[in-house]
């Protein structure tokens, strides 16, 4: 069964032979030993680095393992089952470690279908995680700005908590295929908002409608998360946004604590591509 990547060089459709991906123009992108490719023209990167670092990486992987969200992930598989047909092409844009990635695949695969599946993330470090997590998922460091995959191919498209590029999620997504669009919702994380800042604000929550989609719903999933180790405290903050721009004095309060009680609350946005 043919992958959904293209060339980011001339556009052509890659095929995976041994350990490359070949477009008919013979351009090759190498497969690293982990399994994901490099589909990030160096005319494109911002940064030697882009992405998560390994920091992040870490702490991101250390904290999803233990099960924290998965609820989240159990209302996007339910969500991806429900919005695709038999044989869906699906795109995880800003996968990180595949966590989500994975699940959602092998709830489709479990319902009885026959999806091909990719994810792109601008991060190497995440990404050597994500592609061992699945290897039936094609996996590659890409930009959100510039997909590496075939106008109006994609049946579902999922975004949590990555850039919106809806441009191009508009060209990729054939019409009637649906994007998931997933949010902190209003009080995520207020409980260590309220350790980390004097003045902390719920995040804003709104609907907005984007040109050539239709919303079909919203969803919401909530909960309280139980950290009953420094670990799994520092795991949360340091794959949040919040451990770049909090104040000293927050850090270190997060860090005398020994356990937390924290809201989580999520936001999926529900979108239908219109017809042209």
Known sequence: MSGLFVCPLCGGALERQGGSYLCPNGHCHDVAKEGYTYLLPVNRRHSKAPGDDKAMTAARHAFLEKGYYAPLRKKLCQLAVELTGDAPAVLD????????????YQALCAAGKAPRMAGIDISKPILRLAARREKSIDFAVASSYRLPVADSSIDLLVNCFSPLAIEEFRRVLRPGGCFVYVVPGAMHLWEMKQ???????????????????????IDHVSGMLHLDC??????????????????????????????????????IHVFQREED
């Open 93 to 104: 844009n800003g996968c990180g470690e595949g966590y989500y990635t994975a699940g959602i």
């Open 195 to 217: 350790v980390l800042y004097e003045h902390p604000y719920p995040n804003e929550v709104k609907e907005t409608p984007y040109e050539g989609f239709r919303y079909l719903r």
């Open 230 to 267: 420094p670990e799994d405290i520092q795991a949360l903050f340091g794959m949040t946004p919040y451990c770049w721009k909090t104040p000293r004095a927050g850090k270190e309060a997060l860090c005398k604590l020994k356990e937390l009680d924290c809201r989580m609350a999520f936001d």
